[in-house]
């Protein structure tokens, strides 16, 4: 049983020998206390056992294989492999929170185990066996849940990066006797297991482990593609008087925007538009660009002229490519229709990649990411050129409206005005909603408005009423690559507004 004494009561020397092993929850009031989640570990030790070593066998064995053959090593493999009943202790741990989409904490664990892995090596016909024993693992990992998604379990990637060299101290027994008792030995063991593992794991370095498939978590935009509608070429007949009124629509598949579209040119069967389109890429590999043609009715539907679809895995990246395709009436390959002479049209499309983001000459903030969560853009370069303007909108704080607390958010840009959803009787909304503007060039002399509105639910003569407002300068996002901020809204009491805007250039 425990002595159990007053501090007070203790002598200098006794407690200075304690004061390490006191848990960081009582020394630091930032960690938590986590007794629930020691006793969750103590109740799963058994079943964790097992699973780990089964980790640690298939993750072993390609590695014994690599030195069978190599030194007179005939055969390795575990004669008994298993962490013991010991588990390890958590003794606090660390939420951060973030602007970013996840969760960020650092436990402090403590591992006294009592081990059996003993290794039976085959050298030369002599069977030697290496035991490894009394293991003891001090370690301050930062665990990274990152990025949320709506699937579960909810986030994309597990990133594991350790924030101080740890403390790893075992013996190890061989033919019996325990050999980190070689003067030197040990210490040359407890330096180069540390250098190892900092070498792979310790801040800023991180180990990633993919939970979810791209597909399933958020595809992000790769690229720009530039469209050119340039001509058709004897279309349809379709009004009485022998031509047609005919007009492009434009949609990319895997897309949720309306589709874009082309003016009407009346009355003409070869029509010449020269009329340009960008879209964003997520997957050049596998999506498609739809062209549909139609006659403009002023009254009734409009006809279908022909459609045709262009793969973009046949673009090269940076060359524009020309393409005179053949209208079709489907993309069924077995409609008799297909067969009749629709036309052809002419487009030209290029495919920009955006420019690789280079972390390792970014700026690294306190969480060990580049600033703005974007590598650092030089200014001469990010200032020219066509990008992408990505504007997402992830929510709001205390915002309070008089009547009424409906809020959306309205984001007014270049004329261009896109609204998030309406989230119904809220003081704290929660959007999350991406808006793309595509450039021709960089806004570096531009500002983005974000308002913050409330719509009455019933009927009532003021059914809109604006919550807060803010103006923000791009001149940062343009040279940094990406800001991601909390603004305290303008005419609002407590309103905080949180946006995150990223710049891509191609």
């Known amino acids: 049983d425990p002595v159990i004494r007053p501090l007070q009561e203790l002598d200098s020397e006794a407690l200075l020998d304690l004061l390490p092993e006191i848990p960081l929850w009582i020394k630091s009031p930032d960690y938590d206390r986590v007794d629930w989640l020691n006793r969750f570990v103590f109740h799963m030790w058994p079943y964790l056992d097992k699973a780990i070593c089964s980790m640690i066998r298939s993750t072993a064995e390609p590695i014994f294989a690599d030195y069978i ?6 055969s390795i493999d575990f004669e008994s492999l298993t962490l013991g009943t010991l588990p390890p202790t958590f003794h606090g741990i660390k939420i951060y929170e973030t602007n970013e989409k996840e969760v960020l904490f650092e436990p402090v664990i403590k591992w006294a185990g009592n081990p059996n892995i003993t290794l039976a090596l085959k050298v030369m016909s002599l069977r030697v066996i290496v035991q490894l024993e009394d293991l003891q693992i001090f370690a301050v990992p930062r665990i990274i849940l990152k990025p949320l998604v709506p699937t579960f379990p909810c986030f994309g990637n597990i ?12 013996g190890m027994k061989l033919l019996g006797g325990d050999i980190m008792a070689i003067p030197g030995l040990y210490h040359f063991v407890q330096e180069t297991i540390k250098k190892q593992v900092a070498s ?8 990633e482990i993919p939970i979810l498939d791209s597909s399933e ?9 530039h469209v050119k509608i340039l001509r058709a070429i004897k279309l349809l007949r379709m009004d009485l008087i022998g031509t047609s009124d005919p ?29 340009e389109f960008m879209f964003t890429i997520k997957d050049p590999e596998c999506q498609l660009l739809q062209l549909d043609i139609f006659d403009w009715e002023k009254v009734g539907s409009h006809d279908k002229l022909g459609m045709q679809m262009v793969p973009l895995k046949l673009l090269v990246p940076y060359e524009t490519k020309s393409f005179t395709l053949d209208l079709l009436k489907s993309m069924d390959p077995n409609d008799s229709q297909n067969k009749k002479n629709r036309g052809k049209i002419v487009v030209e499309m290029t495919f920009n990649p955006f420019k690789e983001e280079d972390r390792s000459s970014g700026l690294v903030d306190e969480f060990g990411r580049t600033k703005g969560s974007l590598a650092i853009i030089p200014k001469e370069r990010s200032s020219r050129g066509a990008g992408l303007l990505l504007v997402i909108v992830q929510g709001a704080e205390d915002v309070e409206g008089r009547k009424h ?21 809220t003081r704290d909304p929660c959007w999350n909603e991406e808006f793309q503007f595509m450039l ?27 919550l807060g407002h803010v103006n923000i300068n ?8 990406c800001i991601n901020e909390k603004y305290h809204l303008i005419n609002s009491r407590n309103g905080v507004l949180h946006v995150e805007i990223r710049w891509k250039t191609i």
């Open 69 to 74: 053959g190599k030194f007179q090593v005939e």
């Open 159 to 170: 990133k594991v990066s350790l924030m101080e060299k740890p403390h790893v101290d075992f």
């Open 200 to 207: 792979l794991y310790l801040w800023p370095r991180v180990l």
């Open 217 to 225: 978590g958020v595809m992000k935009a790769v690229g720009i593609l």
């Open 247 to 275: 007009y492009v629509k434009l949609r990319l598949s895997g897309e949720i925007h309306p589709p874009k579209k082309t003016t009407v040119k009346m009355k003409s069967l070869n029509p010449v538009w020269n009329e």
């Open 405 to 425: 607390s409906n809020p959306y958010a309205l984001v007014l840009f270049r004329g261009e005005r896109k609204k998030t959803k309406m989230i119904k009787k």
């Open 440 to 466: 021709e060039e960089a806004p570096t002399d531009d500002k983005i408005h974000i308002e913050v509105m409330s719509k009455r639910m019933g009927f009532g003569f003021q059914s809109k009423v604006s």
């Open 474 to 481: 791009l001149i940062d996002v343009v040279s940094n690559g």
